[in-house]
């Protein structure tokens, strides 16, 4: 039930906020960096003290992983680069690489502060901890989002201290000290539970605002924020593949509105919108720029000539009437139509050129142009409103 807690809610996270939390996993190397400096310098001590073998071995090894963490996130830091992390898979991948090198990290630190009891040197058993505790407190800062390996690495570097301290003697001052660690690993995992809570909290207020600032509050579409977002995501990722932007106003609307009230605009507005998610599909971007005016950008366009069906849908949808308070409504659209690759590969250039060709279709109200077309105003092609 603790870990299947801590599971479905980090489950729920959003993918964006995911890749954030892989993004600082990787951020910086001063965590490990200092892990390893410290384990080297506590175990050259406790070598040339004691002898012993065994902790010789613990300290190369401890050394060796940390190069071999650094080195990994070096390469994260050179993929993403060239290649920003956009996609969950690859993130947990790195998570599970990252994931590898903490848990075999406090392994080894607590098989060397478990030796160092065997070890007749009380400043080296001190120092072996210390490092121990050190790292147990980078896990709370810095692993309390990823709870369960938080946790595994508090078990990790714990277990071996109180089995060592139980095995070497069985006395008041052994015993507490196996206490001292237990205590300290079910602290460790509270202090976890408590920055985990308190962080998703936080995270989920954040999605909820940026949410709320991407959604035009009256119709429930997006606005035009994402344009610069989302839209310049989707004209990024679709290369040589069509991509068509719908500049679409609506005709007639402003006499309606002034007529029936604005309560019954914004009914009407709603209705719009209502129409125009009928007619795309999942992957496709409505967006409200404001007023009477909407932008519907098609990525599930193949060709040409399905924007242009879609446009035709568009138009024949939102000219159908609307009933509103017991009043049946008329309303038009005019058009303007921008395809990728042709016209334009920027959301800039796509943007103006749809508004250049629905300037041009609004001469002719009720009807659509292509942005080729635009400067030839024969070319407009009329609809009854």
Sequence with gaps: MFFGRFQSRSASISDAIYLQIIGTLYGTTVPILVAGIC???VGAISVRESGDTLTAVLTVLGVVVAIARMIDVSAFRRQTRRTPLSDRAEAMRWERRYAVGTVVTAFILGLFAARSLFVADAICLVMAIGIGFGFCAGIVARLSLLPALAILDFIVIGLPVIAAALIKQWDVAHVALALMFLVFIVVGVEMVRLS????????????TFEKLARIDPMTGLLNRSVLTTDFAR????????????????LDHFKAANDRYGHPVGDALLKQVASRLKSLSSPADLIVRMGGDEFILVQ?????????????????EAIGAPYHVDGHEIRIGASIGIAVSPEHGRTVEALLSR????????????????FASEAAATEECRPRAA
Excluded: P, W
């Excluded at 990525?299 to 138009?315: K, L, N």
């Design 354 to 369: 749809s508004d250049a060709a629905l300037y041009r279709a609004k001469e002719r109200r009720g009807g659509y142009v």
């Design 299 to 315: 990525v599930s366009a193949a060709s040409r000539s399905d924007a242009e069906s879609t446009a035709q849908r568009i138009f």
């Design 196 to 207: 985990y809570a308190a962080m998703m909290n936080q995270m989920t207020l954040k999605q």
């Design 234 to 249: 989707l004209v990024a990722q679709s290369g040589s593949a069509t991509v068509a932007v719908h500049a679409i106003d």
């Design 39 to 41: 384990q080297a310098i």
